[in-house]
């Protein structure tokens, strides 16, 4: 069990208020800031500093912050574990991104899961931002995410490499004929996911480079859902970019077409995720190698 110190820490950096940490956990604010001093001679450094009046956590309370959400992280884990013992249920948590859990990995979670009659398998689903909230906070143990992250925050092994491509349908018309460059697509309504998604952080890095941005487009749609993308592209709504791997029975059936470009040649990893520093890391790769085989 975490020092209650440790959750008094862990609510500050929370909450980034003395006061409002005091009256979630139900103590008084002096309370707090004792705690938050004995942690702070513990370990020889500051944790928190202020800066315009307003609470800011320090490098050394950030690293501290990382090791000990794991270690909660763990306990919570431990718990299951126990439970297991007690009930032969094993529980594991995985969450998945939109476009990796309806298209890349369902066939494979599937034979885990025959493999596995005595486990029961929690799938949550997500984008990219949300599921690092979620593993950060201890409600799933591992993710499998597209898209960028901080990788030195995690432990991380690849799952698949994929292309991604822009997309339409196979008869659109392009406002500017034949574009061979991603700026000659300006003039298109753009269909793209929402803020957070790892398909839209991609495109977003992309037009950066060029100095564009999603809001360049003459008219843009966001939508939540991958399947209503594909579905407005079907019906000639507009363009898009995604992974190849979310389109492949369009483009084979010959619904939709890839847009070629000249400058955009794209591909990324979709890569499995867990906390740094887990007691639980030697089980997750064992996962992790189950699925890609």
Same mark, same amino acid.
């Given at each position: 069990?975490?020092?209650?110190?440790?959750?008094?820490?862990?609510?500050?950096?929370?909450?980034?208020?003395?006061?409002?940490?005091?009256?979630?956990?139900?103590?008084?604010?002096?309370?707090?800031?004792?705690?938050?001093?004995?942690?702070?001679?513990?370990?020889?450094?500051?944790?928190?500093?202020?800066?315009?009046?307003?609470?800011? %956590?320090?490098?050394?309370?950030?690293?501290?912050?990382?090791?000990?959400?794991?270690?909660?992280?763990?306990?919570?884990?431990?718990?299951?574990?126990?439970?297991?013992?007690?009930?032969?249920?094993?529980?594991?948590?995985?969450?998945?991104?939109?476009?990796?859990?309806?298209?890349?990995?369902?066939?494979?979670?599937?034979?885990?899961?025959?493999?596995?009659?005595?486990?029961?398998?929690?799938?949550?689903?997500?984008?990219?931002?949300?599921?690092?909230?979620?593993?950060?906070?201890?409600?799933?143990? %591992?993710?499998?995410?597209?898209?960028?992250?901080?990788?030195?925050?995690?432990?991380?092994?690849?799952?698949?490499?994929?292309?991604?491509?822009?997309?339409?349908?196979?008869?659109?018309?392009?406002?500017?004929?034949?574009?061979?460059?991603?700026?000659?697509?300006?003039?298109?309504?753009?269909?793209?996911?929402?803020?957070?998604?790892?398909?839209?952080?991609?495109?977003?890095?992309?037009?950066?480079?060029?100095? %564009?941005?999603?809001?360049?487009?003459?008219?843009?749609?966001?939508?939540?859902?991958?399947?209503?993308?594909?579905?407005?592209?079907?019906?000639?709504?507009?363009?898009s970019f995604m992974y190849k791997v979310a389109?492949?029975?369009?483009?084979?059936k010959g619904t939709l077409r890839e847009i070629?470009?000249?400058?955009?040649?794209?591909?990324?990893?979709?890569?499995?995720?867990?906390?740094?520093?887990?007691?639980?890391?030697?089980?997750?790769?064992?996962?992790?190698?189950?699925?890609?085989?």
């Open positions: 069990m975490l020092d209650f110190r440790i959750e008094t820490f862990l609510m500050v950096t929370e909450t980034m208020n003395f006061t409002e940490a005091a009256k979630r956990l139900h103590i008084t604010q002096p309370a707090v800031s004792q705690h938050i001093h004995f942690l702070e001679k513990e370990y020889d450094t500051k944790l928190f500093s202020y800066h315009n009046k307003r609470l800011k %956590m320090t490098e050394a309370g950030a690293i501290l912050k990382k090791r000990l959400m794991t270690m909660k992280n763990d306990q919570l884990a431990l718990k299951n574990e126990i439970k297991v013992q007690e009930n032969k249920k094993e529980v594991l948590s995985i969450g998945v991104t939109m476009t990796i859990g309806e298209y890349a990995i369902v066939e494979r979670l599937a034979d885990f899961l025959l493999k596995h009659p005595e486990m029961n398998l929690h799938i949550h689903y997500g984008n990219t931002a949300q599921l690092l909230t979620l593993l950060d906070k201890g409600d799933i143990n %591992m993710a499998l995410v597209e898209g960028n992250y901080p990788k030195e925050n995690y432990e991380h092994r690849k799952y698949s490499t994929e292309d991604y491509i822009a997309v339409c349908a196979v008869e659109h018309k392009f406002e500017q004929a034949n574009p061979k460059t991603m700026k000659e697509l300006l003039q298109e309504r753009l269909l793209v996911r929402e803020t957070g998604s790892g398909t839209r952080n991609i495109l977003e890095e992309l037009l950066l480079a060029r100095g %564009m941005k999603i809001e360049d487009f003459q008219h843009y749609v966001e939508v939540e859902n991958m399947h209503t993308i594909i579905g407005f592209l079907k019906k000639d709504c507009g363009i389109v492949e029975d369009e483009l084979k070629q470009l000249s400058d955009f040649k794209m591909q990324h990893d979709f890569d499995f995720i867990w906390e740094k520093g887990s007691i639980y890391a030697e089980k997750y790769r064992a996962v992790c190698e189950e699925l890609q085989s």
